[in-house]
């Protein structure tokens, strides 16, 4: 009974003693000027938000403070199966591990302060999910507080409920390691919900000795990556590599965006292998007086590459001399080089490659069937530097041959100046089809197993969806990414993967948010403009390359309102765009009064933009019906428009996405699986989101199983009886 009563009594003093007191507040606390009483309560109410989260820290202390504890020995000894650094320099690492509930990291930062991460939709704090640890200089104790960013704020305060679990911490003369794990779905408001789309990783150093202060942080940052993902690097099976790159390629400054191809001859390998991986390797350096020099942290302007397969060709020593060459500039390539099209390895800025599943792999070597492949580099050079370039990509294969030969197809919208973006647009829609007759044709009868999938747009994409259609019903999404990110475009498993049959449809789905542009954003090549791309890993290997869509050329321009072109009819313009955009044969154009309004020099290009895909067509169509639009360049029409009123976007963007389609099915050899065709939208029954119907928690902490030591029973015991106590007089207060 004695021992009760102190402990009591204990506890009250030491909840007594960590609590701020409140001084009441009366009228004449506040000056009398108005516009100074709503500074005075803003002031008590950051006040009074400081003290709460003052108040939270003082009894997580409390909850976590340990009788004994030996940092350095406590570490979790997980086998970590990622690992990236945060920041340029190493200064912050992230390792993590994750189950299907939860997710275990290790913090390892350059601090003897506090060490904050965060998980974030955008790359600010606002309404960011925050955790922030740090190890007391006293006693050698790790502390993590579970926080938030409040929604107009760029600062952190205490959540409410704890849901994240100290595993261990401790720090040197120079950094500070804390593992922590949280669950991926804490039914907490304040909380980030840690799923399959792509996160903005916040991170912040604290100054020195600043433990748990939560004062201004001194360093701090955000990169995006997908914390669900799964490890396929083999360590069982002998890999070789093969390196696929340039050499020596100059950059010239006055090239904004660039395309360079090259052709490269199979490895002489004694049977098939497998391709089962492959990384990127950029080497880019700038050129001063004509010499490289390594900047650091300098940004490469490499943008994308894809390796093609190239069919099959009878004149081998013809495509010998091609290997042998430099390569050419993307739209003066051999016509010969149409045939390599089927795509073997895609990368995109941001992705470090990828590793296929154990029981897939890509067919190399000539009794694979391919002797020689295509790389495709895309620059994006919009800083006008020259720069010498020797990137390219590693192809990992083995001799060791799995179950499946995979094959990998492209979908979604062709690249052109057809595909239009408002300006202004908070969410715009655009889509390209894989059409039925397409997947019929080609297909074989058990269908096939789609294994991943690569999204790719460019900067205004915010979201991307792979939609599959089944006759009249969509099934659930093959692929989808929520919060895209332009500069990381990782390859997607596709769990459990998915069986796709003959006679299914694709849909690629990209939503954009242009609010930042001023004037509609074409398709293209070049990073200012657009693309909506799905790169589909599955098995059995077919003869399918690519399958896409777009808007016809008749019906594109009379949804905007253009009935007729000086010189041309509309079928004679779809030629032109289906032969990539040239227009060198077009018939003599009026002098315009506006010259200046369909000009390259005065749209805000600079540098040479390459592989046009008709953008340059879109400055050189000028407009003889309606006469209301007449002697305008098309450009000058589109940049005319009055984009602000909603009631001309959302039609424009209803009668682009569910009108017509012309439908293409390109095979291997660059021949046609089913004709060119003009079709309307599918029309299937959508499937409803239904995530909110199935959660089952009520926004409620989730206590993880513990995992920290403590002395003895006992002093759990009193452990939890001081911290009951602290809350009911919390509560009280």
Known sequence: MHLQVVLALSAILLCDAKLPRYKPSGQNDLPPNPAQNGQAMALLQAQKKTEKTSKIIDQYKVRHRREVF????????????????????????????????????????????????????????????????????????????????????????????????????????????????????????????IGDDTTQILWALGPEGSDGQLPKHVKSGARPLRLLQPVSKPDSIPLLHWDVRLTNLTIPQVMATLFWCKVFKVPDLPKKHHIIGYEPLIDSRPLRNNIPVQVPNSESPVHHMVLYECASDDDKHLWDSWTEGDGYFGPNRPSDWATCATPIAAWAVGSQGEFLPENVGIPLGERGGVSYYMLEVHYDNQALHNVLDNSGIRIHYTPSLRKHDAALLGAGIGVSALHVIPPKQKQYRTVGICSTECTQETLPEDGVNIVSVLLHAHGTARKISLKHVRGTQELPRISEENFYDSHYQQSRIVPRGRKFMRGDTLITECTYDSTSRDKPILGGYSAKQEMCLSFILYYPRTELAGCYSMTPVKEFFETFGVKEFYGLNFMQVENIF?????????????????????????????????DDQGVGLMKELVIWEPPEFRNKSFMAHLNEMPWAEPLLTEQIEKTLYKGMHMTFCKKRDDTWGVPIQIQSYPNYNEIMNNETAEKSCHHKSIRLPSVTKTSSATTSVVSWTVLWLCATLVIAR
Request: proline share 3%.
């Open 70 to 193: 030996d940092s350095k020995s406590y570490e979790s000894s997980l086998t970590w199966a990622h690992s990236e650094r945060l920041d340029d320099n190493g200064d912050v690492i992230l390792r993590w591990v994750n189950t299907d509930s939860s997710i275990t990291f290790r913090l390892e930062a350059k601090t003897r302060g506090y060490v904050g991460l965060g998980f974030n939709s955008v790359k600010n704090m606002r309404g960011a999910d925050l955790v922030v640890a740090w190890v007391d200089d006293r006693n050698g104790n790790a502390q993590v507080l579970d926080c938030h960013g409040p929604e107009f704020e760029d600062k952190a305060e205490a959540d409410e409920v704890q849901n994240y679990e100290l595993i261990s911490g401790y720090q040197n003369d120079t950094h500070t390691t804390v593992e922590f794990r949280r669950q991926l779905d804490t039914c907490d408001k304040q909380d980030f919900v």
């Open 578 to 610: 289906l032969s990539s955009g040239s227009f060198e044969n077009l018939p003599p154009q009026p002098a315009l009064e506006h010259l200046g309004e369909h000009t390259m020099s005065d749209s805000g290009e600079q540098g040479m933009q390459g």
